[in-house]
């Protein structure tokens, strides 16, 4: 497979016949979005802003830029995500780094930020503690760090390569007297402490739901950070059977989890005697972060 070179019987030396040229080649190889992702590939390969392709559309391309900009088409077209092709992914305001050893943050996790942020709230005190299990590119930790800043949090990850990425971000936001990296397993590594709040998103795809899964996310994402090893989701109850224990009086556990999972998830929360138990929706109406919190 091929990135094109040229829709006509020479090379498109601008930036408009590029865009025009290149996004119907990559929709042409079943990719969805390709203009938006032959926006951010060229950018890229420029080393501009996406805007500027419309502010400069007549801008010529050299011969290293075609080169640069050819390679990540073609990655591209054989479904290597964007956010791994560029290094970056844009996380409730935060430029974060990635890399194939993390997730790629999506939107509906800003929902877990915002039901951890609202708990975090809710509580009001001087100074709250929080610990994000399965912290990855760290994006839910540091964008609860960066929001509210009396806070002070824990990022915990099993995988050092996970934690590798966490740390590059944590410093680009200057958080590194705030946020914590532990590398352990669940809630084990955090020992005797407490806090007031847990967020996570775990993983939650089950086996019979692999072959749902797009080739972007199969393919190319680390496994151990998309699936649980049964359909009832047992990395999920024992995380909340630890988090009950860690959580001081009436603070809260805020969990992802998958389309159709709510109910479990919640009546993982019940057994572990949190109350008030809740779920907050996503912009497709799916259940999608399950919030308990511990009696006061």
């Not at 709230?121 to 929001?147: K, M, T």
């Not at 990022?155 to 352990?184: E, F, I, Q, T, Y």
């Not at 402490?193 to 019979?208: E, F, H, M, R, W």
């Not at 009436?250 to 479990?264: D, H, P, Q, S």
């Amino acid at each position: 497979m091929t990135a094109p070179s040229s829709g006509t019987s020479r090379k498109p030396d601008t930036v408009r016949q590029t865009l025009a040229v290149a996004s119907t080649w990559l929709a042409e190889q079943g990719v969805e979005g390709a203009r938006v992702d032959t926006e951010l590939l060229l950018a890229h390969a420029l080393g501009c802003r996406r805007l500027n392709l419309y502010t400069d559309p007549e801008r010529p391309l050299d011969e290293a830029e075609r080169g640069r900009f050819r390679a990540l088409m073609r990655r591209r077209a054989v479904h290597e995500p964007v956010a791994y092709l560029i290094g970056e992914r844009g996380f409730y305001g935060l430029d974060l780094v990635v890399d194939r050893s993390v997730l790629i943050p999506r939107p509906e996790t800003e929902h877990l930020v915002e039901a951890g942020l609202e708990e975090l709230d809710r509580l009001a005190l001087d100074a709250p503690r929080f610990v994000d299990v399965g912290a990855g590119s760290g994006c839910v930790a540091l964008a609860l760090a960066r929001a509210r800043p009396a806070t002070r949090g824990v990022a915990l990850d099993r995988s050092p390569a996970a934690l590798a990425v966490a740390a590059r971000n944590r410093g680009r936001l200057d958080l590194r007297d705030r946020v914590a990296l532990v590398l352990g397993d669940l809630l084990d590594a955090l020992g005797e402490a407490t806090v007031d709040l847990v967020v996570s998103n775990p993983p939650y795809v089950t086996p019979s739901e692999e072959a749902l899964l797009p080739p972007d996310v199969l393919d190319h994402e680390p496994r151990e950070a998309l699936f649980d090893v049964a359909e009832d989701l047992p990395l999920t109850r024992r995380l909340i059977a630890q988090a009950a224990r860690v959580l001081r009086p009436g603070g809260a556990a805020a969990v992802e989890t998958g389309a159709g999972r709510a109910a479990l998830v919640a009546g993982f929360m019940t057994a572990a005697g949190l109350e008030a138990v809740r779920s907050v929706r996503d912009l497709a109406g799916i259940e999608r972060v399950i919030v308990g919190r511990r009696p006061s």
